[in-house]
């Protein structure tokens, strides 16, 4: 299956968690053929968000630029760092490194990504937290949860991607902070992945 890397991403460092009864999605951006939705997460005082956009390019190419890890931090919002841990069947593991303001402490995460292929032709990885797989790094707050996933579907000539996620950034983070990410991390990471796929 194909190899996960750039997906992470998303995760980035100070999202918001997963939740089963939640509230409905709500539209906060739509601007430069991406919409990002946000929902409030019951026991969680970070919300979910979820960007969407449609993508010139075909499923090789798209899958070729999340696959590239350590090249994903290009366009992945607040990314620093992204290396393989792991890869094994439709399972791979990445850790990530993440930019924050002062003078909030940089986060990192590790992230399980599962790859699946529907007969449709539709490609959804599905990313999951994995916060003890690596001992704590000096000088950086472990995200303690992600819940989410890239979904990758072809539609007439073009591929409708969805970037999901909710995370517990752990550690103290600004209100003002975690509002603002959950909106620039979906926007900002399609857009960059948007660019690269769509250029000649």
């Given at each position: 299956?194909?190899?996960?890397?750039?997906?992470?991403?998303?995760?980035?460092?100070?999202?918001?968690?997963?939740?089963?009864?939640?509230?409905?999605?709500?539209?906060?951006?739509d601007e430069a053929g991406i919409q990002v939705?946000?929902?409030?997460?019951?026991?969680?005082?970070?919300?979910?968000?979820?960007?969407?956009?449609?993508?010139?390019?075909?499923?090789?190419?798209?899958?070729?630029?999340?696959?590239?890890?350590?090249?994903?931090?290009?366009?992945?919002?607040?990314?620093?760092?992204?290396?393989?841990?792991?890869?094994?069947?439709?399972?791979?593991?990445?850790?990530s490194r993440f930019h924050t303001p002062w003078p909030v402490q940089p986060r990192d995460s590790i992230l399980r990504v599962t790859t699946t292929l529907d007969p449709e032709g539709r490609v959804t990885r599905a990313l999951h937290g994995v916060a003890d797989y690596l001992p704590?790094?000096?000088?950086?707050?472990?995200?303690?949860?992600?819940?989410?996933?890239?979904?990758?579907?072809?539609?007439?000539?073009?591929?409708?991607?969805?970037?999901q996620v909710h995370s517990e950034p752990g550690g103290s983070v600004p209100a003002w902070l975690a509002n603002s990410f959950v909106v620039d991390a979906p926007f900002n990471t399609l857009q960059g992945l948007r660019q690269l796929a769509e250029q000649p």
């Open positions: 299956m194909v190899r996960f890397t750039g997906l992470l991403l998303g995760v980035a460092a100070l999202l918001a968690a997963s939740g089963a009864q939640a509230a409905q999605w709500r539209l906060v951006k939705y946000l929902q409030q997460i019951p026991g969680s005082s970070f919300q979910a968000f979820r960007g969407i956009t449609r993508i010139r390019t075909d499923m090789s190419r798209l899958l070729a630029l999340q696959d590239d890890v350590s090249a994903a931090c290009a366009w992945i919002h607040a990314c620093s760092e992204q290396r393989l841990l792991k890869h094994e069947g439709d399972q791979s593991w990445v850790y704590l790094q000096q000088g950086f707050v472990r995200v303690s949860k992600v819940e989410g996933f890239w979904s990758l579907t072809p539609r007439d000539g073009e591929i409708e991607v969805i970037y």
